[in-house]
């Protein structure tokens, strides 16, 4: 049976493994059928290969990672799996590349100017929850999230590490806008949504061709279009890109983050805004406005002493 993805379809060198024992590839092999394989290992198992046409070590031990998990062995003479691409390997290989080529192409939402921070909006961390479901934490450690157990007053209880993610993130000055082109994006709606300390008016606003004024929202019915985000106070406001028939995996997010320009206020960091604390008065005021106080306004008065309380 011929080869059905795009990538291998029509390739004699791959057609050829796929039906014959003899055309098999192994190590020391050649040209653009080895880079298509190895084009394939990346994108179905991340295996981070230079797609340079050669069979080398690296790629061998990629193709034995990919049949291990798969436990593609020949039981009628391997008990394991080899670091060979035969049939086996090929038909297992163009099935997936088949339903990989059938998803969607994911939007990308590409800041131009200016482009992304050095440093994404939220620090990336890792931490650990323990959850009392085994068949969850379980999921969680196969799902390469981590495991273990961790002590309780109940014994043992699985543990699973997840992330808090991290979200790519640009940063203009309020009066100034970004340029930021949206990939893949027909059938996308586009949200520009403000989370902290919400108010009337919005810190940022978007600017879209073929509509009149600034938005907020807005359904792409293109795949591609630079839009622009002008910044109107600060705060960090997220574009959101979603697609309900999709789900949500296929969510894409940029912060943007509009800086707060005004000379007394503190700023960890261009991610991170608050809104300032004042106190009533500082220190040194609270001094001077004492020293005004008479002093006998602050003595305690002096009852006379007698066993009944003082009448007042």
Known sequence: ?????????????LEAAANSDPAHITT??????????????????????????????GTAAAVLRYKTKRSIINRSYQSSADNIVGKMTMASLDEEMVAHEAKPARLRIVPVSPGLNAVRAVPSLNFKITLGNADIAAAGAAAGAGGGTTKS????VPRVTLPVFSIDSV??????????????????????????????????????????????????????????V??????????????????????EKLVVNVRDLRPDIFHPSDTH??????????????????????????????WPRTKSAPQL
Do not use: C
């Not at 049976?1 to 060198?13: E, H, K, N, T």
């Open 171 to 228: 940063t203009i000055d309020p009066g100034q806008t970004a340029q930021i082109d949206i990939k893949n994006g027909a059938g996308f709606q586009l949200t520009l949504t403000d989370f902290q300390f919400a108010t009337g008016s919005p810190s940022a606003v978007m600017l879209v061709p073929g509509i009149n004024g600034p938005v907020n929202h807005f359904t792409l019915n293109v795949d591609s279009i630079r839009i622009e």
């Open 1 to 13: 049976m011929p080869l059905q993805s795009r990538l291998f379809a029509g390739d004699a060198a």
């Open 28 to 57: 020391g092999a050649r040209g653009p059928h080895v880079t298509k394989i190895q084009t394939a290992l990346n994108i179905l198992d991340n295996a981070g290969l230079n797609a340079d046409g050669v069979y080398g070590s």
């Open 230 to 251: 002008k910044g109107i106070r600060w705060g960090s406001p997220i574009l959101f890109a979603q697609n309900s028939r999709l789900g949500p995996e296929f969510t």
């Open 273 to 302: 805004h608050h809104e300032p604390v004042r106190e009533p008065m500082s220190g040194r005021k609270s001094v001077r406005r004492l020293r005004k106080i008479p002093t006998w306004a602050l003595r305690s008065p002096k």
């Open 153 to 156: 007053l109940f014994g043992p």
